[in-house]
Every structure is written in C-alpha cells, then in structure tokens.
C-alpha cells in the first residue's frame, strides 16, 4: 500500500500532469485567443475594416440592448452584419478604443469607446457632420474557439443626444 501512495504523489507532481504549474499557463493562453478574437470582433465596426464572419459560431447570437431602432432584441450572424455595415455607411472614419477587458470560463468582457463623424444617414437622421463618441460593454461567450453569442450594452442616449436625434 505504502508504494501506492508514493507512486501517487509521484505522479501529482511529475512534468505533464493535471497538477503541473503548466496548466494555469496553457488556461491563460486560451483566455488571451479569446480577448483577442473578442477585439478583432468590435474592430470590425471601425471605418474601412472588413467582416471577418469565421471568428463567430454559424450559430451565433448578438443580444442588442438597447437596439438602434428601438426595443431589445437577439440577431443572428446576418442580421448583425449588417448593421455593422450600415454604420459604415453612416460612420466611415469610426474609431474603437479599448478602454478595459476582462475573461474568466468562457466570457470575455470589453468595456469600449467608439468615436466617429457622422457623414451619412444613420436610423433616419441625414448626414450631421458632427464627431461623436460613445461607450458600451460586450461580454462574449466561447464555444469551440468560436464566438457563439455576445451581449452589448451601450450607451444609445449619449450617441443619439449628440446627433440631435434626442433632446
């Protein structure tokens, strides 16, 4: 019996096993990709980038809160696209600031600034002109390497008030 015991406490801190110091590192690694993946997804809203849908789940979800139209709402992959392109449109000089992220199990948090000049039509209001910013959080979840869903809150009142759509 005794050999057990030390063949167990052998094998508990032996190279390449469950209890090495290796795994917090190989965790942290994953952790990186992902806080990665999750700022190339909101740099996608940055004037002249180009959608690179491969990083998300074809199953993907995006919970708009609020959405731009009004109302709170879940999209798929398509629908998201393309209200990333129609701020293109609206928002061609848009720039994304990073300002804090966080990642534990398979959330990544962003917490963002977007700034940009108004120079087409954006949710029935004609081209401004005005440089605006505003700020939101993401929190996505992971699945496989992937991005499967994504719940974004921002801050809708600041944006619109700035582009006179409220007063």
Same mark, same amino acid.
């Given at each position: 019996?005794?050999?057990?015991? !030390? ?6 801190? *032996? ?8 795994? @917090?590192? =190989? ?5 990186? #990709? ?10 996608? &809203? /940055?004037?002249? =980038? ?7 789940? @074809?199953? %993907?979800?995006?919970?708009?809160? @609020?959405? /731009?139209? +009004? +109302? ?19 928002? @061609?000089?848009? *720039? !994304?600031? $990073?300002? *804090?992220?966080? #990642? ?17 039509? %954006?949710?029935?209001? /004609? /081209?401004? +002109? ?12 992971? #699945? ?5 869903? *994504? &719940? !974004?809150?921002?801050?809708? %009142?600041?944006? $619109?008030?700035?582009?006179?759509? !409220?007063?």
């Amino acid at each position: 019996m005794r050999w057990i015991s !030390v063949l167990a406490v052998c094998l508990l801190f *032996s190279p390449g096993n469950a209890g090495d110091s290796t795994e @917090p590192e =190989a965790t942290t690694m994953a952790l990186d #990709a992902e806080k990665e993946l999750s700022r190339r997804a909101l740099a996608m &809203w /940055a004037g002249g =980038a180009s959608l690179d849908t491969t990083i998300f789940a @074809p199953d %993907y979800v995006n919970h708009q809160e @609020p959405a /731009a139209d +009004g +109302g709170v709402r879940a999209i798929d992959l398509a629908a998201w696209a393309a209200i990333v392109e129609a701020n293109h449109r609206a928002f @061609p000089d848009l *720039s !994304v600031e $990073f300002l *804090s992220q966080v #990642a534990e199990g398979d959330r990544v948090a962003t917490h963002w600034r977007f700034s940009a000049t108004q120079t087409g039509a %954006y949710e029935g209001l /004609a /081209a401004t +002109g005005k440089t605006i910013s505003w700020t939101g959080i993401q929190i996505d979840r992971f #699945a496989n390497g992937r991005i499967a869903e *994504s &719940w !974004v809150v921002w801050d809708k %009142y600041s944006q $619109f008030e700035a582009l006179g759509l !409220v007063k």
